[in-house]
């Protein structure tokens, strides 16, 4: 009762931090892996935008829907963009479709 | 048509208990399993596989009977039926106890599954006590075991453990794991200051065989060696239900919740004074 109006409960933060803890337990991910994964990304991305790679994040999450055990694992990249156009390289994206 | 031999093998079964974690009740819940098996009549083996740390001997109250072990055994000191201590207060109990004098690497997978395969010839259940790691004890543990229970408490280590644990059964390709929640409090579950047995199997995805709640009879029993599966207790009655339910017996889950919600009232009452 006391803590009902003031903060998470316990079990809530319980939860919440297990959530965490086990995709980066089951994703079994080096760092170095994570690191190799984003340049990759920064690289195909780069193909057709200008972007900022040195500020791209990447994260995996999960989204679970409460009523049972259909969570879904998500790789989620933030990746900054300098410049849309580059337009020279779009003109070929274009072509491709 | 079957033949006797397969018909022969399928009719044992070989159950590893494990969790990951230490101290969330691997030991208690085998001895409680095996116990309650043999109570229906069961032929049981419950094999201690903690070498170097072996305590289901003291939990079964068989401590004092020990001549050879699961080493002497593998070794070829001894032959297997010389290892088996007979339980007397359960026809057809027996217990294999483990090496307090040695470590893990007396044992390998290979000589487990030899040891595993001559007992099925004699009984309908064989019951692994795991010990806590992912190590060569637990290798060698689930190495012969045709299914696992997983117990784990609803704590964060237990659980992460426990989903290690489900991860590494899975790669070992165990399709079979069943989840024992042990020692849960359902007045704090009530008050939101533990997860409750649903919040568990979210997480841990696999089937639910049994919810154990936390007892102090649990304790007592262990003080005199005597399991206490199926006696009138909160843990006994939760356990002789986890045995019909590994008989393959369809059994509602029991709800602590009603047992307690008057004393969770009082205690409530308390806490706001």
Not at chain 1, 32 to 48: F, G, H, P, Q, T
Not at chain 1, 56 to 62: D, G, K, L, V, W
Not at chain 1, 80 to 94: E, R
Request: charged letters at 25%.
């Amino acid at each position: 009762m006391r803590n009902f109006f003031r903060r998470k409960s316990s079990c809530q933060v319980a939860k919440d931090r297990l959530k965490i803890l086990l995709i980066s337990d089951r994703v079994n991910c080096s760092p170095e892996i994570m690191e190799l994964i984003k340049n990759d990304i920064a690289k195909v991305i780069s193909r057709y935008m200008k972007i900022d790679a040195e500020n791209m994040e990447i994260q995996i999450n999960t989204k679970g829907s409460k009523a049972g055990k259909a969570t879904k694992t998500s790789l989620c990249a933030n990746i900054p963009i300098v410049d849309v156009s580059k337009p020279d390289i779009h003109k070929d994206t274009q072509n491709v479709y | 048509m079957e033949n006797t031999f397969s018909g022969e093998q399928k009719r044992s079964e070989v159950i590893v208990v494990t969790s990951g974690k230490g101290g969330v009740g691997k030991t208690t819940t085998s001895a409680n399993v095996g116990t309650g098996l043999a109570k229906q009549g069961k032929k049981v083996c419950l094999i201690d596989t903690d070498i170097g740390l072996r305590n289901l001997d003291v939990v079964m109250g068989l401590e004092n009977r020990i001549v050879y072990n699961l080493v002497d055994v593998v070794e070829g000191n001894c032959r297997v039926k010389q290892a088996l201590i007979r339980d007397k207060r359960h026809p057809g109990l027996y217990l294999m106890p483990s090496a307090q004098t040695r470590d893990k690497s007396a044992v390998n997978p290979a000589q487990m599954i030899k040891v595993i395969d001559h007992l099925r010839e004699q009984f309908d259940y064989i019951i692994l006590d795991c010990p806590a790691g992912i190590e060569q004890g637990f290798q060698n543990a689930i190495a012969g075991a045709d299914r696992a229970l997983v117990v784990t408490t609803p704590e964060v280590s237990a659980i992460r453990d426990a989903d290690r644990i489900i991860g590494l059964l899975e790669a070992n390709g165990f399709n079979q794991m069943d989840l024992i929640i042990n020692r849960l409090r359902m007045d704090m579950v009530r008050r939101g200051d533990m997860m409750s047995a649903q919040d568990v199997m979210d997480i841990l995805a696999i089937p639910l065989i049994g919810i154990v709640p936390d007892d102090e009879n649990v304790v007592v029993a262990t003080n005199q060696g005597e399991p206490l599966v199926g006696s009138d207790s909160p843990a006994g009655q939760a356990y002789a239900n986890v045995v019909q339910r590994v008989l393959g017996k369809e059994i509602p889950f029991l709800n602590f919740e009603k047992g307690i919600s008057f004393w969770t009232r009082v205690s409530g009452i308390f806490h706001k004074i």
